[in-house]
């Protein structure tokens, strides 16, 4: 079996069809879908798929990202607080390093989270081993952080 690559605790990622790069990710392999902080801002139908037109804030930025994505599904997600929410559930493509591949993520207020985006152990599973005893083992250009402050 060939090695898998590892994944520190936290790690910058990139949505490339959102037009969102280095996004600040938790790893959370207690979580099963992965998660993105968005404003849902409106639905519609194009060329007869359901599409979500949503706002991802960067409020330290002061910066606001419109994207659209293929709505795929609604499903009820329970968070860390034991809640179950009814979110939006949109596939594109992830790129943790140098490996890309296709993630469904719910739309989610992660205002209160430290962390704008969630990776949950769907999208690692098979791909990445996690060290949770480190961070951007797979950020180019940022130093290896050994421990858990964030």
């Not at 930025?61 to 997600?77: L, P």
């Not at 390093?97 to 207020?109: M, N, P, T, Y």
Request: net charge positive; aromatic share 8%; charged share 30%.
């Amino acid at each position: 079996m060939k090695p898998m690559p590892v994944v520190g605790w936290r790690e910058l990622v990139h949505l490339p069809e959102l037009g969102l790069h280095e996004l600040p990710a938790k790893i959370d392999t207690g979580a099963r879908t992965s998660s993105l902080h968005a404003t849902v801002l409106e639905r519609f139908e194009r060329d007869g798929d359901q599409y979500v037109r949503f706002a991802v804030d960067f409020e330290r930025q002061h910066v606001r990202q419109v994207c659209e994505a293929v709505h795929i599904d609604w499903r009820g997600i329970t968070s860390s607080n034991g809640e179950t929410q009814r979110r939006m559930i949109i596939k594109t493509p992830l790129r943790i390093g140098s490996l890309e591949f296709r993630v469904e993520i719910s739309l989610a207020d992660r205002s209160d989270m430290k962390f704008p985006m969630l990776i949950g152990r769907s999208a690692l599973r098979r791909r990445f081993v996690v060290d949770s005893g480190h961070s951007w083992l797979q950020t180019p250009g940022r130093d290896v952080e050994k421990g858990y402050k964030t």
